[in-house]
């Protein structure tokens, strides 16, 4: 059956409230009328209009006063579902900007800043985020969500900005390539802008792919990279190096603090159920009982890092008084076929694994060297491969049974 929520039912309760009012003014002013236009009328019908216009707003006013405590009964009883939030005072908290905060990385830290205390403000368009991620905050008093494309200049007083808004799985960037370009150039510059204007720390989420297909392993900070300018990842790898170079220009030129993180693949909840990326491939076609796809030999390899340990990193690092790029991601390193039989038995299935033609530009060999982040920040990854799937697991799964639910709820015309 349909269900009205508690909201509704206040909004039913005020309209009606407000019908009420309206109708006995209305009657109030109908006699009025009546009265004067009938002004010879005798005086003894004038004082009887009186008294009835009076006893209907004593009625009225009695009437309003039950609603309002309805009301407040009704208010009273809208759980505050709000997870428990560290009180800073004035002084010690900081109002915090997340670019892409509906975002699945973005979601996570907007989680952390939130349970710390601060004051935080989402930005995001919604072309990969969804509001969904950040929801059990909306209403808090310490949170706002803004609907902005950072193509387009932004105007607000913050004291620090973590700069995520960027569509970062493959199928999102090359959709529109144009795009993915320019909210990593004039996106970037906007909100190193925005840092400039009002002088607040800024720190950007880079990633692995600005070392493209890497000559050297693991792969160091100081290397400089391989990667096609021209080819179809080009629009996110040339887009990330060009908004590292921005962000180190606005540095030296504007005497900014800037922070720059370089992210490795990173999986957890929220993760987009359809962004192509080994993680959820795998754990979708396994718990469909498809078979699961490995593009190429399978010999490939990458380093998976759960998010609550990249979303530590990230505040460590903003917090920290270290300037130059950090790697962010977990060294343990798996070939795509080893990935493919853990999957397999974690959940149990019967999924047959098939090779598939090799994708281009696809980078051989991933694992971060973190040797930087444990020394400037005193980090590194402490969720396990295991511990880390199984939560993501059982999101997806929940997911799985919405979106069947959904379906099923679907209209069907049948005409
Ligand atoms: N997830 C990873 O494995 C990974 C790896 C390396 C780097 N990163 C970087 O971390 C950041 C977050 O990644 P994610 O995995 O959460 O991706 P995501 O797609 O879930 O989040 C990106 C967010 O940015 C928003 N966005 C995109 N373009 C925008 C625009 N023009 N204006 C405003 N908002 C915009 C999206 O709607 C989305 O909410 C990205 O910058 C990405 O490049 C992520």
């Known amino acids: 059956m349909y269900k009205i929520s508690k909201k509704s039912k206040q909004i039913l309760i005020l309209g009606v409230s407000v019908m009420t009012i309206l109708f006995i003014i209305y009657k109030v002013i109908g006699r009025n009328e009546q009265s ?12 009887e209009d009186i008294i009835h216009n009076e006893h209907d707003l004593a009625e009225s006013s009695h009437r309003i ?28 908290r900081k109002r915090i900007l997340v670019t892409g905060g509906a975002g699945f990385v973005g979601s996570h830290l907007v989680d952390k800043l939130m349970k710390e205390g ?22 808090h008093e310490n949170f706002e969500m803004i609907h902005h494309d950072i193509v387009h200049p932004l105007y607000i007083e913050v004291d620090e900005i973590y700069h995520l808004a960027s569509p970062a799985s493959p199928p999102h960037y090359m959709q529109n390539p144009v795009k993915t370009i320019k909210t990593n150039t004039i996106g970037t510059i906007n909100i190193l802008g925005l840092a400039r204007r009002v002088n607040a720390k800024i720190l950007l989420a880079s ?31 040339e887009g990330k190096r060009i908004s590292e170079t921005l962000t180190y220009a ?32 795998f754990i979708l076609q396994a718990l469909k009982s498809e078979v699961i796809t490995i593009y190429g030999s399978g010999e490939q390899t990458r380093s998976f890092q759960y998010v609550t340990d990249l979303v530590d990193g990230l505040v460590l690092l903003m917090n920290s008084n270290y300037t130059q790029p950090v790697n962010l991601g977990n060294p343990v390193e798996h070939t795509i076929n080893q990935f493919a039989e853990i999957i397999k038995d974690l959940l149990g299935g019967n999924s047959k694994i098939v090779h598939l033609a090799e994708v281009q530009d696809d980078p051989q060999r991933r694992k971060p060297d973190i040797s930087r982040a444990k020394k400037y920040l005193n980090w590194e990854p402490k969720v396990s491969l295991n511990i880390g799937l199984q939560k993501t697991v059982t999101y997806f799964r929940e997911e799985l049974r919405k979106f069947k639910h959904s379906q099923r709820n679907k209209f069907v015309d049948e005409h």
């Open 36 to 47: 004067i236009e009938g002004g010879h009328g005798n005086r003894r019908d004038a004082v």
């Open 207 to 237: 990633t692995s792919e600005v070392y493209g297909d890497p000559e050297i392993h693991p792969q160091p900070e100081s290397y400089w990279g391989h990667v096609n300018p021209i080819g179809p990842r080009a629009c996110y790898d």
């Open 118 to 139: 601060q004051e935080v403000i989402v930005v995001d368009n919604f072309f990969t985020g969804r509001k969904q991620n950040v929801e059990h905050w909306i209403g």
């Open 65 to 92: 006063e039950e609603l309002e405590e309805k009301i407040a009964v009704l208010e009273k009883r809208i759980p505050r579902t709000y997870q428990d939030v560290k009180y800073l005072n004035y002084l010690t």
């Open 250 to 281: 606005y540095a030296q030129q504007e005497n900014m603090h800037v922070r720059v993180a370089r992210i490795f693949n990173t999986y957890g909840p929220r993760m987009h159920m359809n962004d192509g990326r080994v993680v959820s491939n």
